[in-house]
């Protein structure tokens, strides 16, 4: 049987019954606090969780974590702590009530936060006049919303009616929901942290994103306090870990519980349990804000126009921070509109671009907007440049896209180190792979090593660099070509960041261009020694290679300038080598005589320098400095008074 993890959240207007209809189903009081014994009212979030069967369209089991949140419009913040992470709403509705203020507002934060699905129960039908019109008249409410369609069920606690009906409808609607994605990054943002003893400090959350293991190693962000998992429960059972779309208990051994009147180094609500391969918590977001249209026309604090520099309140999974809003072109967003704005924190808040945002006045009065998150790491100083409004413009179209992310972070960026490509997304990192792959493939990206580039910037830097390297063959024929350390001098001012000059020399060496030592040029490049030294060098040439394992030493070689500078012309072209002081060889000469050092150490196993230089024929002062440059180069080491290969690969 197919097996499926969803979380369900409750919504809807103070004593419309949704934690009596909670406990209906699953037989979980979700109201633990006294107060709410006390009040009637749920204050809190609480949690039930209920399995549910069904062999249509085919067998399946569904194990929902369910979230109930309070109606009252004084606990807003605490029910969009709640619904944050959701794949499902169980939208409540009191049939002798109707559609009241906070059901108004749950359904807009619902859709603010792009809840897809929903089932509306309509409770206490005991007590409608006529249930035909009651339900009639909430079909309207729902019109023009993306839960228009969804299924309306009438239940009564007082008649027992439509709890099974309703866990049917749960089922039909589930079964063709996709299960909560898993792209391998796992958040746990902290909603509960309480204290056991002999356990220590235990947190719960809704899982999204990935996996979290026992025993695994945990950031807690946004500070980046460090902890390792001692154990995890999905619904009171242990478990060896835990999937996206569960209810997950964490137990943290090694970090307090927060005082709720501090800032101390505990764990508290609000807070993100993560893995460590993400960027840090920023405190400047780029956004794109909508306020619901349904608004217009209506004179409550939530349809206020959202101004430009206001001070909000910013709801993000079980967190919200103070910020203030900017718009980009905007002096105010009135209902039915959006703009993109800059939220500035006044500390840092850890989010994913793609995230989902609630907009909520200072006085937590009214919810003035929602949002989604389009840079994650956003600057204040560009947010108002052509470069930033570029990127947002187009981002704002294709969010969910990560074909475009990539392409606007890479048209934006020039250049970016492939590990941190949009690790803070909702993108995984196979699917960041395609889309790279898809660019590269049209032209649009250039993939080096760790580093992928927009092809456009990465050409002109290549163009850039390849100027520079012509201009030296052309200045200075003679010479190898261009030193490297000349090369990152002219284009350093355009690399993002000093790595990528690696990548750059890299790119060009796969076509067109050679590295040779500390010097880069092109491949056809022949450097000439000037006429007045070309008989000088023909000379040196000759006498080195009528004496190719027994050379003149380098003083009688070179006795005056001009054999000199023929001589460091040879070098730096790589047909001769200098090894130590004094010899000087061919290139061609080291390599017969690395071949032959080589196929003696395959036959005998191990050698003396004595042995090799009678291989060789060559003298002491010769072979010494040969096998030193070996041994360097990895094709033999030394072993006391013996050599031998590294490995049996070194024989080519």
Known sequence: MDEKHFIVATAGHVDHGKSSLVKALTGIDPDRLPEEKARGITIDLGFAHLKLSTLNPQPSTFHLGIVDVPGHEDFVKNMVSGVGSIDLALLVVAADD????????????????????????????????????????????????????????????????????????????????????????????VDRVFTLRGIGTVVTGTLTGGALHRGQAVVIRPAG??????????????????????????????????SESSSDA??????????????????????LLEKSGRLTGSKSGAARPLKDGALVRIHHGSSNHTARAYLLDQKQIDPGGRAIAQLRFEAPVFVFIGDHLIVRDWQEQATLAGGVVLDANASAKSFRSEAQRKFLERRAQWIRDPVVC??????????????????????SASEIAAALDQLAGKGSAVLVGDWAANAAGWQELRRSAAEAI??????????AG??????????????????????????????????????????????????????????????LAARPFDPPSRKELAPDTATQQALRFLRETGEVLELGDEVVLLADSFSRMKQIVGQTLAEKGRATASELRQALGTPRRVVIPVLERLDHDGFTRRQGDFRMLRTSAAVK
Not at 408 to 427: H, I, P
């Open 406 to 427: 990539v392409e606007t972070q890479l048209e934006r960026d020039g250049v970016v180190r492939r590990v941190e490509l949009l690790a803070n997304s909702q993108f």
């Open 470 to 479: 012509d201009s030296e063959h052309k200045t200075n024929p003679g010479h």
């Open 266 to 287: 505990g764990v508290r609500r609000g807070e993100v349990i993560t893995v460590g391969e993400f960027g840090p918590a920023a405190d400047t977001l780029d956004v």
């Open 98 to 189: 109707g559609w009241m203020p906070q059901t108004e507002e749950h359904l807009q934060i619902l859709v603010y936060l792009g809840v897809a699905r929903a089932v509306v129960a309509l409770t206490k039908i005991d007590l409608a006049q006529d249930e035909a019109v009651a339900v009639a008249q909430l079909r309207e409410k729902l019109s023009g919303t993306p839960f228009a369609g969804a299924p309306i069920v009438p239940t009564s606690i007082v008649k027992n009616r439509g709890f099974e009906e309703l866990k049917g409808v749960l089922c039909q609607v589930l079964a063709s929901a996709p299960p909560p994605r898993d792209i391998g990054k796992p958040r746990l943002p």
């Open 225 to 258: 306090k460090a902890a390792r998992i001692r154990s995890l429960q999905n619904h009171n059972r242990d478990v060896p870990s835990s999937a996206p779309g569960t209810r997950t208990a964490v137990n943290l051994p090694d970090i307090a519980k927060a």
């Open 482 to 543: 261009l030193p490297l350390s000349q090369l990152r001098s002219t284009v350093e001012t355009r690399l993002r960041w000093p790595a990528v000059f690696d990548a750059l020399v890299t790119d060009l060496c796969r076509s067109g261009f050679v590295q040779n030592g500390m010097v880069l040029k092109r491949a056809t490049h022949r450097p000439a020694l000037p006429p007045h030294l070309q008989n000088v060098g023909a000379r040196l040439r000759a006498v």
